[in-house]
């Protein structure tokens, strides 16, 4: 068994910061991509910031400069700071693994539960 947990989320004013956790545990053999998507009322859910084992990170052209992906490969522990939100970063906000189990052949796809941030004044 393999499970994500995420932690972090919540309110926050225009222009404030909050720090996303998502911890990886169970069988796993290896991870390798880890990531953070999002989905707003209505909307698709999309990729805001990915980071792969080596640590080459990509992100939504929405987020950048104000988001910062990292990970703890010791922790199995992906981060997502972000700062400057806006009104707009509101969403629920789901964590990405690409892990191989250790009963698996093959990498296979993980989604966390997702947590609410809500920016709001």
């Known amino acids: 068994q393999v499970s994500l947990v995420e932690s972090g989320g919540g309110s926050v004013q225009p222009g404030g910061s909050l720090r996303l956790s998502c911890v990886a545990s169970?069988?796993?053999?290896?991870?390798?991509?880890m990531g953070w998507y999002r989905q707003a009322p209505g909307k698709e859910r999309e990729l805001v910031a990915a980071i792969t084992r080596g640590g080459n990170t990509n992100y939504a052209d929405s987020v950048k400069g104000r988001f910062t992906i990292s990970r703890d490969n010791a922790k199995n522990t992906v981060y997502l700071q972000m700062s400057s939100l806006k009104p707009e970063d509101t969403a629920v906000y789901y964590c990405?693994?690409?892990?191989?189990?250790?009963?698996?052949?093959?990498?296979?796809?993980?989604w966390g539960q997702g947590t609410q941030v809500t920016v709001s004044s």
């Open positions: 990405n693994v690409e892990l191989r189990p250790t009963y698996a052949f093959t990498s296979l796809n993980y």
């Open positions: 169970g069988s796993i053999a290896g991870i390798n991509a």
